[in-house]
């Protein structure tokens, strides 16, 4: 990869399969290329904020071996199914909404 352009600022970066993908400070963007040869170059996401993170979530980096609570109806959670460590999980809301009492279900924050 050559130019200022497409490199200017980056902060955080993944590997995945024949790509590696960087946040960028100074573009406000999640861009990927080819890893082998820098080719390929497309922005993939732009943001309003600085991306401080990337992750790549695929079904083949996920581990095999774990039982996962969340997969058997999102854990009986009406929004965020969340795990934690020895295969336990949580039931969390978007930023707009609060648990209810029963620690599954999403209210708004005014209820």
Not at 46 to 51: C, E, F, H, S, Y
Not at 84 to 107: A, G, Y
Request: proline share 5%; aromatic share 8%; with cysteine.
């Amino acid at each position: 990869m050559r130019g200022h352009e497409t490199l200017s600022h980056p902060f955080a970066i993944a590997l995945f399969e024949n790509y590696v993908y960087w946040t960028d400070w100074r573009t406000n963007a999640v861009i990927r290329a080819n890893k082998w040869n820098g080719s390929d170059i497309s922005v993939i996401q732009r943001t309003l904020t600085q991306p401080f993170d990337i992750q790549i979530l695929h079904p083949s980096r996920q581990p095999r071996d774990v039982k996962n609570p969340c997969g058997d109806n999102n854990g009986q959670c009406s929004h965020l199914c969340l795990l934690n460590i020895n295969s336990t999980f949580k039931c969390d809301c978007p930023h707009v909404m609060r648990l209810d009492e029963d620690q599954r279900t999403c209210v708004g924050k005014l209820q």
